[in-house]
């Protein structure tokens, strides 16, 4: 296998980067000048953020980007220390054959507010040697002068189409053969997650010398989507036992997680409604009935209870 996919493929410069013109565009031009101000890229995870700025990096500072690069995961180092310590000690130096230096923080939505406020005065500090570029899942954690001090892109989940291409190529690079409604059950997984589907192709592909839909689903343990839509058909015409008994099947059988088993209910009854097979009305009682079950189940309350109180709001 030759160690992960997931870091075999990552894309080197920003035209490699799958599912996110509108921000790669934007990015070239800071690689044209030569110059960009603080960045803060935010959005669900595996979607690109951090590909996207080492990219960026390695695009912008040439062949002495390593000299002029400091990477922080904020999950690891999120006190002030690091701050203090780390980061300042970095962008004390001058660049190295570069136009300025460049500090790159991960999951910064999980530093505390004392490191947040510390690193708002590093940045201001160190305006004409260094640049920082900042990633989050939820840019609300970010205070408000750190948001202010930067550029804000925010990422979106990645196109099916465009993950069934990367898979594609991935699968064919391997020398695996593959059926392409095995890639397609991948991308209904993978909710827009390109990290994601790339790690349930390696997996998948464990099982064999060609990736099939069985083998997608020895890894994922999750239920199929045709018996997710006849356990929702069957609440909604008024079977309650007999959604009762896909739901118990696919939760003892397969091994279905109850957040998963929500996801999955959450995507069928989105498609039906986007298809008009669902009134509007029906659709955001379910949703309200969804929300309150994901809450609860998330809050510890047993999963299978909760999914069939639930399936009793579908009659």
């Not at 935010?42 to 002029?68: C, D, F, H, M």
């Not at 004390?92 to 005065?121: I, S, W, Y």
């Not at 015409?237 to 088993?261: K, P, Y």
Request: with cysteine; glycine share 6%; aromatic share 8%.
């Amino acid at each position: 296998m030759n160690g992960p996919w997931v870091e075999k493929y990552r894309p080197q410069s920003l035209d490699d980067v799958v599912g996110q013109n509108h921000i790669i565009n934007r990015l070239e031009k800071y690689v044209g000048e030569s110059s960009m101000p603080n960045l803060m890229f935010t959005g669900p995870a595996g979607v690109g953020k951090t590909t996207t700025a080492l990219a960026l990096v390695k695009s912008i500072l040439g062949e002495y980007w390593r000299q002029n690069f400091l990477e922080l995961n904020a999950s690891d180092a999120r006190g002030i220390e690091t701050v203090r310590n780390d980061i300042k000690n970095f962008c004390r130096l001058k660049p190295v054959g570069a136009p300025f230096r460049v500090v790159f923080l991960d999951e910064v939505d999980n530093m505390t507010k004392d490191a947040q406020h510390a690193l708002r005065r590093e940045m201001e500090m160190y305006t004409k040697t260094a640049t920082f570029i900042l990633s989050c899942n939820y840019s609300s954690k970010i205070i408000d002068p750190i948001q202010s001090r930067c550029a804000i892109f925010r990422f979106t989940p990645i196109k099916g189409q465009d993950i069934l291409k990367r898979l594609e190529v991935i699968a064919k690079k391997e020398g695996y053969e593959y059926d392409t409604d095995a890639l397609e059950t991948i991308v209904y997984f993978a909710e827009g997650d390109m990290r994601k589907s790339i790690n349930m192709l390696q997996s998948a592909a464990t099982e064999g010398d060609k990736i099939t839909n069985e083998a997608v689903y020895e890894v994922v343990s999750k239920a199929r989507p045709e018996d997710i839509n006849k356990m929702i058909t069957r609440a909604l015409s008024g079977d309650f036992m007999g959604a009762r008994t896909l739901l118990r099947e696919n939760m003892v059988l397969q091994g279905t997680s109850g957040e998963d088993m929500v996801s999955q209910i959450y995507q069928d009854i989105s498609k039906r409604v986007m298809e008009d097979k669902m009134e509007g009305e029906i659709y955001m009682d379910l949703m309200e009935y969804l929300a309150d079950c994901d809450f609860r189940i998330r809050e510890g309350a047993n999963p299978r209870i909760q999914l069939e109180a639930l399936l009793t709001k579908f009659l």
